[in-house]
């Protein structure tokens, strides 16, 4: 037999080999508190910013993942994805305004998401203006967003 685990339409998970049980956690699994999620930039208090990742994924979705950091705090994070199934995904959560937001794409075949093996890319955006559009790198990209600019020493 076999099984497909969906989310909002989207395959998360599919197997069929294992011997009597198998665990996967989908979603925000972790423990502490996340920070507020909600669906466009009101859902924010007014001292917050919604950031939004959106990714198309190329046919090789399964080599694919990112993470949104705060300094040393996963914020967000998603991926690997379905193979041959271009599809978009997107996640988006409230956090603090005017602080530094550090994005990585990772892609484990090391060709990127795009374009030998589909034309994927990625976006990130805060209150409605895109700061990111990537689709060509080779192993990983990493971009800062927000304010990044170093502190000065006393």
Do not use: H
């Not at 665990?23 to 909600?38: F, H, L």
């Not at 979705?61 to 994070?77: A, F, H, M, P, R």
């Not at 990585?104 to 990625?122: E, L």
């Amino acid at each position: 037999g076999s099984y497909k685990i969906f989310v909002d339409g989207v395959v998360q998970m599919s197997g069929g080999e294992f011997e009597t049980i198998e665990t996967t956690q989908i979603g925000n699994c972790s423990p502490t508190s996340a920070p507020t999620v909600g669906s466009n930039s009101s859902a924010c208090a007014s001292d917050e910013s919604m950031v939004r990742v959106e990714l198309s994924t190329d046919n090789y979705g399964s080599e694919t993942t990112w993470e949104l950091k705060n300094g040393d705090d996963v914020l967000l994070q998603d991926g690997p994805f379905v193979d041959f199934f271009r599809r978009r995904y997107t996640k988006e959560m409230c956090v603090p305004k005017f602080v530094c937001l550090s994005m990585t794409i990772v892609d484990t075949y090391g060709d990127g998401i795009c374009c030998s093996g589909g034309y994927g890319s990625y976006q990130i955006f805060v209150d409605g203006v895109r700061q990111k559009y990537g689709r060509e790198f080779e192993t990983s990209e990493t971009t800062q967003i927000g304010d990044c600019s170093p502190t000065s020493a006393p």
